[in-house]
């Protein structure tokens, strides 16, 4: 990706190093599959992280390397800054005003308005404060634990992220999640997973946006492909428990993650990302 020395985001909020709340040990590699399966890139948190923190605010220490988590900082409000022109212009043409959302950067564990957010959940959009939440070693633990890696896998994740606020916006976010109230578990599910992957189409146009301006490299657009392919339900529950079960699924598959993202890259057009009139 060409990223460095392009335009950075101001809608960031650096909460790293300060008292976050939800510390404790890091889970090992299936406690964290385990995790992503049921929250991995979450909208609604209730029920997941969405109860009180039952330890004091603690100070959390990067296991970063310094130099890299300065890279994906900068690589981070880049790419925000490319999703806010990306969906500017995108509203702009269609007579609407595209309001950011912001970036907060943590470290462990953080407080939000949808409870307390810990960073082996994967980055995640907490649709009552309109934020995306992202602890910068995500970047590690796609690359050693989900196989995933490079800047532009890495995008993808903020991207997709962006998404859901974009979803926020529209009131599809809101409505979905009313309609799952009175929903059984089964159709519950069947929304969240129509919801991750319109996410991942919505992530889709920001790739075309990004292909237009030439921000992609070769190998960029299939590293984010591998990206969503790699945190497909039914990947993640191979490898936690050996066998998949597609009624459990949240988020969707492998296949189709990557079939909406490619829908959004090829198009670049919003409507293209009607999963809901899908089957």
Same mark, same amino acid.
């Given at each position: 990706?060409? =990223?460095?020395?392009?335009?950075?985001?101001?809608?960031?909020?650096?909460?790293?190093?300060?008292? $976050?709340?939800?510390?404790?040990?890091?889970?090992?590699?299936?406690?964290?599959?385990?995790?992503?399966?049921?929250?991995?890139?979450?909208? @609604?948190?209730?029920?997941?992280?969405?109860?009180?923190?039952?330890?004091?605010?603690?100070?959390?220490?990067?296991?970063?390397?310094?130099?890299?988590?300065?890279?994906?900082?900068?690589?981070?409000?880049?790419?925000?800054?490319?999703?806010?022109?990306? =969906?500017?212009?995108? &509203?702009?043409?269609?007579?609407?005003?595209?309001?950011? #959302?912001?970036?907060?950067?943590? #470290?462990?564990?953080?407080?939000?308005?949808?409870? #307390?957010?810990?960073?082996?959940?994967?980055?995640?959009?907490?649709?009552? @404060?309109?934020?995306?939440?992202?602890?910068?070693? &995500?970047?590690?633990?796609?690359?050693?634990?989900?196989?995933?890696?490079?800047?532009?896998? &890495?995008?993808?994740?903020?991207? %997709?992220?962006? $998404?859901?606020?974009?979803?926020?916006?529209?009131?599809?976010?809101?409505?979905?999640?009313?309609?799952?109230? $009175?929903?059984?578990?089964?159709?519950?599910?069947?929304?969240?997973?129509?919801?991750?992957?319109?996410? @991942?189409?919505?992530?889709?146009? =920001?790739? %075309?946006?990004?292909?237009?301006?030439?921000?992609?490299?070769?190998?960029?657009?299939?590293?984010? /492909?591998?990206?969503?392919?790699?945190?497909?339900? @039914?990947?993640?529950?191979?490898?936690?428990?050996?066998?998949?079960?597609?009624?459990? &699924?949240? %988020?969707?598959?492998?296949?189709?993650? /990557?079939?909406?993202?490619?829908?959004?890259?090829?198009?670049?057009?919003?409507?293209?990302?009607?999963?809901?009139?899908?089957?």
């Amino acid at each position: 990706m060409k =990223w460095q020395g392009r335009a950075r985001s101001s809608n960031v909020e650096d909460r790293r190093g300060s008292g $976050g709340g939800g510390g404790g040990k890091t889970p090992g590699l299936i406690g964290i599959i385990i995790l992503l399966v049921g929250a991995y890139y979450g909208v @609604d948190l209730s029920g997941v992280v969405g109860t009180p923190s039952l330890g004091s605010a603690t100070a959390q220490q990067s296991t970063l390397d310094s130099k890299l988590e300065n890279r994906l900082e900068e690589l981070s409000q880049v790419v925000l800054a490319d999703t806010e022109n990306a =969906w500017k212009d995108y &509203f702009a043409k269609h007579g609407q005003r595209y309001t950011p #959302t912001t970036l907060v950067l943590y #470290t462990g564990g953080t407080q939000t308005a949808c409870g #307390t957010g810990q960073a082996a959940m994967g980055p995640f959009y907490c649709p009552s @404060d309109k934020k995306v939440y992202l602890d910068l070693s &995500f970047y590690e633990d796609m690359r050693t634990k989900l196989g995933a890696s490079g800047d532009a896998a &890495f995008a993808y994740v903020i991207a %997709h992220e962006v $998404g859901h606020h974009v979803q926020n916006l529209l009131g599809i976010l809101p409505q979905v999640h009313q309609a799952q109230q $009175g929903a059984g578990k089964k159709q519950a599910n069947a929304l969240s997973v129509k919801l991750e992957l319109q996410a @991942d189409c919505f992530a889709g146009i =920001w790739g %075309h946006y990004a292909v237009n301006q030439q921000i992609f490299e070769a190998g960029d657009i299939e590293k984010a /492909m591998a990206a969503a392919a790699s945190v497909g339900d @039914d990947r993640l529950q191979q490898q936690a428990q050996g066998y998949a079960v597609p009624d459990s &699924f949240t %988020h969707g598959s492998s296949a189709d993650r /990557m079939k909406w993202l490619q829908r959004g890259l090829q198009g670049g057009d919003i409507n293209t990302c009607n999963t809901f009139a899908a089957s």
